[in-house]
């Protein structure tokens, strides 16, 4: 891949950063492993920027351990995220899956914020996320943040209904190395691992990298699909060097992904993609006598080719070149003993190029500024509070595709965002905490529906054109929520009520194709990316999980209902975009982990109730999709072979329900079986 | 040679009125700057009180022949409080319990010698006589005692701190 960098956002990037570096300070910076052992549960800076323990954060917010990774059957972090509550994990395809919280399930999902060690994985060119472009490998992971609800005040646009943010192993005093090797059924194969080298008492190695591929399911004909559809395969590296001089700890580092596999686009068609990714990544981190400062930025690159047969002219490549740079700096500042401010700004910049939209560049430029505030009144009140500004900037520059269907100065456009999260925490004696909490977020409109412009196959005689339109405005997203949670010995209960308003949601043109006539210089019809209407989400979640000796439990339930003010499903279908229809209602989740020295024995028992999911037919007809229920058994076993090896098998969906992955196409059986060595 | 074992957690469980040792030697790695190399602590007891022989001897047991943490080596020796002198030659000191009486000569030795003291007995801390208490019931509650640390010349990195009490 071409890597051009213009030298004025270089520049800019390099004076942000300076301009905001602060005097000198002692430094030490979040060692997540060491808290953890420390305070005897999981530690985690998602949620208002500070270390806070697992069990008193002021936001529903899951944390998966290494351990937990370990042990688990599943094989990615959409695997390992769907067994808890509020978590809906749609594979849509073998490649494919997208991951909603708290309703609203859709392809693309554009709602959730996904983060490595903070730096974004999200992809702006779509607004979605491709779980096998990370750049990250289980073995190499720490742990898996997940907050539910908007956390726009501390993330910024697009942590709309949640944030992921996978954290990954720091180096420590020895070397250590994960490797796993694994074959399937289905093509399965994997080669992955990762390396962590001290070089110096100061200067640390981290190294990591992944081969993958497996076939794809099989897709019925009475779906529309490319004449030739993509098996999974995914390449990745990456690495970094951590230098500490004097308490201040200092990152750089970067990563190169390919991926290819066939995807639902938001449309619902079926499509090939191919992928590549790079990034480039540095970051700052000291403590000072009052707090600590942190200087983040990074530079993501993505080549997107979308495959043929989605486009009129299938000869043309579909080719979509994101490059977003961004600078972040922050600081904690202790106001007493007990009392936190939390004060950071952002720039960003983020540019789509491609031949296939109003101009050859449509981009944005991003300035924010944000506070928290943790307040502690009494050792049984604490009281977060969290703003955030955004003001953005929509520019157009280069060749203007021609006919153009909107007036260059609609790209000119600038608007100004405010968002927030409040939360109050209760402890209810000693072992029992309420939590009241809520905010207000944005999801931004992809460079792709503020810009495409794409001639799609149709039988009319008229040319027909799927555009973005500049004037688009952010989705505004509304979240409440109750919870309760409370340790009874080793067992922890936690019941959580949550009501979601989700104003304005963008969705792409189905096939009822609304449309806009031009006729010059000759006749074309053009569906927009339109802002089709509101929905609200609202449920419950309960969970416990304990332990009985040597095995451990978890389950949970999530009840969820959406009501919808959203384009009509009646045929021919104007918007792909139903949440009532394609969330589902009822899902449980049952998970046992048993461990006899050096056997290990872990099975997730999952129930999803039926839905229908948007595809478009073979004749093709966009069309609402019967899912069946479903009852899914995952299980793996491990055999330690000596403490660094063990062999294990695993399987998911060993019950072979259809419906599993929640997608018009049905689920099958995969079953690996291989060899996972760390020390 | 001796061998050193890691930290984990669970491994030799204290009872509820003794010092979690591997949270104790935890709390070791957050000072600033970092240590390394090999720490010896001082185990303070006294001999004449039951309560505070039991608890030395527990940490002992705990503590072994060496706790590894970070880039340092924990060992452990009883000091009867009757003779901890200037508590020179060592950087930390468990503070048993049954020593309340003691606990002022204790502070100001340690102060002299930059010792950080850490003990499961809560009112030396809120006294502001230990740097640091630790308790493991009914979860994991560490508190950090402000003079007493700026009195010992001690400091803790800021993510230990933003997760501890601080009094």
Redesign the interface.
Known sequence: MRVSVPCASLRLLLLTGVALCPAAA?A????YQ??Q?????P?TTSVTG????A?ELPASTVVITRTDIARSPARDVPGLLKTYAGVDVNRWTAGQSDVAVRGGVQTYNARLLVLVDGRQVYLDHYGMTDWNLLGVQLEEIQQIELVRGPANALFGFNAASGVVNIITRRVG?APSAAATAELGNHGIGKLAGSLTLPIT?MIGLRMAGAHAREDERNVSSRLAQPLRVFDVASDQISGDVTAVFD?LEAVIGGGHAVNRQVEYLPSQLLSNQHYLSSNVHGSVAR???W??VTLNGYINWLNAKYGAGTIANANDALVLKNRIIVTQASS?V?LD??N?LRLGVEYRNNRLVSAFQFAERIAYDVVSGNAMLDLHPDDRVSLTVAGRLDQLWLHQSGMISQPAYDDPRDFDRAFTRFSFNAAVLVHTG??GLLRINGGRGYQLPSLATFGSRLPIATPSPIPVFVAGSPRLSPVLMWSGEMSYSH?LGATRLEATAFVTRTENAIASPGDGLQTELFLSPQPSLVARFRATGNYTTYGTELSASGAIGSLTWRGNYTWIHTDEQLTALTLPIPYALSPRSTTPVHKANLTLGYDAGRLSIAGVARYTSATRQFAFSSTPQLLLYHVDDALALDARVGFRLTPALEAFVAGENLSLANGAAVSPIPADRRVRGGLRLAF | MLAVGPIALGCAAPLAAELNVPIAVRVVSFVQPSPTGLITVAILYDPGDAASEAEAASIERAVGSGLSVGRSVVRAHRVPVSTMGSLSGYRVAFVTAGLRTEQGSIAIAANRASVLTISSDRACVQTGRCVVGVTASPKVQITVNRAAARAANIRFGSAFLMLVKEI
């Open positions: 002692l030490q910076a979040v060692d060491a808290l052992e420390t305070v005897g549960e530690v500070k270390p806070q323990r069990s005093d008492p308490g403590d000072t006598s707090g600590g904690l202790s003993s007990t936190m000693k072992q340790a």
